[in-house]
């Protein structure tokens, strides 16, 4: 139970750092899509287009690379998963009802799904690297 309450910890919090980070990020990219064509028209402005324009590329660039949006909606996904079994197996119900051993079969269950979500991430991480990168490898 120790261990269900740390997965569940420690992917409640991942989940709300990436979604902070996912909408600060959007939030920066929307407000400086909208300032660029105010300040571009007047003739001081048009450094400040080309900085807002750097920045719009620099956040987008920060999302792509840490995918922020996808871990917050994976690590979300996955603490939910984890709290339906912990309620499932302090009521005794579902697959915990007919076991003889619901300690043990909490445990395989919840391995399985921490072992799942690695296995996602660690298919991601494959699938962003270059051709080059895993040639390297």
């Known amino acids: 139970m120790e261990r269900l309450e740390d997965q569940i910890g420690w992917y409640d919090r991942k989940s709300r750092l990436n979604q902070r980070w996912y909408k600060r990020l959007k939030f920066m990219v929307m407000i400086s899509a909208v300032l660029v064509p105010a300040v571009a028209t007047a003739e001081w402005g048009r450094p400040f287009a080309a900085g807002l324009g750097v920045l719009i590329a620099a956040a987008e660039g920060l999302q792509q690379l840490n995918q922020y949006q996808s871990n917050w909606l994976s690590y979300r ?61």
Request: overall charge negative.
């Open 77 to 137: 996904s996955t603490c939910e998963a984890l709290r339906h079994e912990k309620y499932l197996f302090l009521a005794l119900a579902g697959p915990y009802a007919a076991s003889a051993k619901p300690e043990s079969l909490l445990a395989e269950r919840v391995e399985a799904l921490v072992s799942q979500e690695h296995a996602k991430w660690v298919s991601t991480q494959e699938a962003s690297k270059k051709p080059s990168d895993r040639e390297a490898l």
